[in-house]
Structures are given as C-alpha cells and as structure tokens.
C-alpha cells in the first residue's frame, strides 16, 4: 500500500458484497490453510492499546452437531413448551455451513481503553472475516441468537463467563447468485455539523 494508491476492484467489490442466505450454502468451503489466512486477515482490524480483545473458534459439523444437541437440551430448559421443529433449530445452529466461526469479544475492564471500544474492535474483525471470505469467492453469513445472551449457553459454545460471541460467522461455497436487499438511502443518513448555535 502507498499514499494515494487506488484499489478499485476492492472499492467496486465493497459496493457490490451482500451476504448469502444459509439454506444455499454447501461444501465443501474453506480447507484449514484458507480459514486460517481468513482468520489472520480477520485480526487486522483497529485495536486500541493493542489488546487484541478478541479470539476465534472454529467449528466444524461434526463438533457443532455436539454442540447443537448441547444447546437443544438447554434451550429446552429454558422454554420447557418448544416445539420439535424449534429444538430441530438448535441442533443445527452450528453445522448449517461447512465452518461456522465464532468471533468472541474477550473485552474486559482496562485502566484506559472502555470496554466498549474493545466491543467494536471484535466487531470490525467479524466484519473483516465477512469481508475477506466473501472476497475469496465463498458464501458468507453472519449470525448470533439467544445463546450469546445468556451465561450457560456460551459455555456450551466454549466461552469463558467474561467473553461474548460478537457473532458466528458461516463460510461455505454456493452456486447461485442471490438477489440484493434494499440498502440504505445513503444520503439520508448523512450530515454536516458545525457545532451548537451560539446563544
Ligand atoms: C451482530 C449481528 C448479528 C446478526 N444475527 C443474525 C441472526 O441471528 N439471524 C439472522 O437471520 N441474521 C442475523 N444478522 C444479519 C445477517 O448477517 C444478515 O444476513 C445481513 O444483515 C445481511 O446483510 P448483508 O447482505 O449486507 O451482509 C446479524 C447481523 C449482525 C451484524
């Protein structure tokens, strides 16, 4: 990267991504090397006071079929009236995609830097792996649910009872172009300020 340098295949892709429903996704996504370069690209976010507040579990099918059954059980405690399509849900939450990842805030109380800066910091880098999987040609789909709310849950997707899942990140491959959403008017939401008027 130098000053003034101007990628405009990154800018044109930045217009264009969009995420992928769930139901299309299929196999086989990205092998470990992929992810892991995903991931490393996912850490490059603004971070103040260099604290890295933020770490990444990757789940595959096979681990999130373990974890979904976990995570039915629970949720069946929680709301003992669920339907069997609703549990079906849970069991599912994590092996829909050939990897989900979970991007976790590991924010905690720091003498200078708020919590919530280090909050942002962890949804830049779920935004980064969004970005970058969508770059690589993959499916991409960013999820969360009840479970990051409540203490029991996050311990069943691994979290310690401090972190947060700042969300799930689903990667996969798919074959068919899915249509865009309306996006915001643009304009509408920006102004210019000039300071309070003076008295
Ligand atoms: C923090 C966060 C959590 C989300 N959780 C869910 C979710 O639980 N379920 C869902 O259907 N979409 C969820 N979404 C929205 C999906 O990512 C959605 O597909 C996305 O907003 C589509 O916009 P895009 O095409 O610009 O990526 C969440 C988004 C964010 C930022």
């Not at 992928?20 to 196999?27: C, D, I, K, N």
């Not at 970058?132 to 997707?157: C, F, I, K, M």
């Not at 689903?170 to 000039?194: E, F, K, N």
């Amino acid at each position: 990267m130098t000053p003034g340098e101007r990628h405009e295949s990154v800018l044109s892709f930045l217009e264009r991504r969009k995420s992928v429903p769930l139901s299309q996704f299929r196999g086989p996504g990205p092998d470990e090397p992929t992810l892991r370069r995903l991931i490393g690209i996912a850490t490059r976010v603004p971070d103040h006071g260099r604290l890295e507040p933020w770490r990444f579990i990757i789940y595959r099918p096979e681990h999130g079929a373990r974890i979904g059954e976990a995570l039915a059980e629970l949720a069946l405690r929680r709301n003992p009236q669920m339907r069997e399509d609703e549990l079906d849900r849970e069991r599912k939450r994590l092996s829909r995609a050939p990897v989900a990842v979970g991007v976790v805030s590991t924010a905690a109380e720091h003498e200078r830097i708020p919590v919530w800066e280090q909050f942002l910091s962890a949804g830049a880098a779920a935004m980064n792996l969004v970005t970058a999987a969508t770059a690589h040609g993959y499916a991409v789909n960013w999820v969360t649910g009840w479970y990051s709310d409540d203490a029991e849950a996050r311990a069943v997707l691994g979290l310690s009872p401090h972190e947060r899942m700042a969300g799930i990140v689903h990667i996969g491959d798919y074959d068919t172009m899915v249509p865009d959403r309306p996006r915001p008017d643009t304009d509408a939401l920006i102004s210019t300020y000039g300071g309070p008027a003076r008295a």
